[in-house]
C-alpha cells in the first residue's frame, strides 16, 4: 500500500460486535497483509468465562495478549514487508501497551459505533463465545485510543467496505514526510 505501512502492525479494536474481523479481514485482503484473529489465542478458560458470560479480568487477559504480541512479532520478523492486520479488542490502553511492547510502530484502528448499533449485531450473530450480556462491561472497559497512539478512528456503524475504504484513505493522508501522525 505504502511504505509506511510495509512491516507494520494494524491492530483492529473495539468492543464485540462492532465489527472488527470482518473489517481487519477486508483490510489486510486489501492492503495484501497478514490477517492475525486475536480470539484465537484465548486460552480455553477465557472462552469458557466469556461463553458463562463472565467477563475477563485483566489478570485472565494478560497471557492471551502477551502471546498475541508474540505471534504479531513473528509474523511481521517472518515477512518483513508484510503488514499484519489483527483483529483484537484491545479495549484498554495498557492492553495495546502490551502489544505495543513487541510492536513499537504498531498503528491502532478503533471501530466506534454507539451501543445500540452494536447489542443488534451482536443479538442477530450466531456461533461465537462472546453473548450480548458481556457488551455493557466491555463498554464500561473501553479506553478509546488518546492523540499519543497512532490511531485512527472509524465510524463502525457504516458499511464494512466503506470503513475499510476510509481507513485506506486516512492512513495514506496520515503518511506525509515519512511519519504516520495520529487522528484519535
Known amino acids: 500500500m505504502t511504505q ?3 512491516g507494520r502492525a494494524l491492530i483492529v479494536m473495539g468492543v464485540s460486535g462492532v465489527g ?5 479481514q477486508a483490510l489486510a485482503e486489501q492492503i495484501g497483509g497478514r490477517y492475525i484473529e486475536a480470539d484465537e489465542y484465548h486460552p480455553p478458560d477465557n472462552i469458557a468465562a466469556m ?4 467477563p475477563l479480568t485483566d489478570t ?18 517472518a515477512r518483513p514487508d508484510t503488514p499484519v492486520v489483527v483483529a483484537c479488542s ?29 447489542r443488534a449485531r451482536i443479538t442477530g450473530r450466531e456461533d461465537h463465545f462472546m ?12 479506553e478509546p485510543p488518546t492523540p499519543d ?16 475504504g476510509q481507513i485506506k484513505e486516512t492512513l495514506l493522508a496520515l503518511s506525509t514526510n515519512d511519519r504516520l501522525t495520529s487522528l484519535c
Open 90 to 118: 484491545a479495549l484498554k490502553r495498557s492492553y495495546r501497551d502490551i502489544l505495543r511492547a513487541r510492536n513499537p510502530d504498531a498503528i491502532t484502528v478503533y471501530l466506534a459505533a454507539d451501543p445500540d448499533t452494536i
Open 20 to 24: 472488527k474481523t470482518t473489517v481487519a
Open 60 to 77: 485472565m487477559r494478560h497471557p492471551w495478549l502477551d502471546a498475541l504480541a508474540g505471534a504479531m512479532q513473528q509474523a511481521r520478523t
Open 149 to 164: 497512539e497512532t490511531c485512527v478512528t472509524v465510524d463502525a456503524s457504516l458499511p464494512p467496505d466503506i470503513s475499510v
Open 4 to 6: 509506511d505501512i510495509s
Open 131 to 142: 453473548p450480548p450480556s458481556l457488551l455493557d462491561s466491555q463498554l464500561e472497559t473501553l
Open 51 to 54: 461463553a458463562a458470560g463472565t
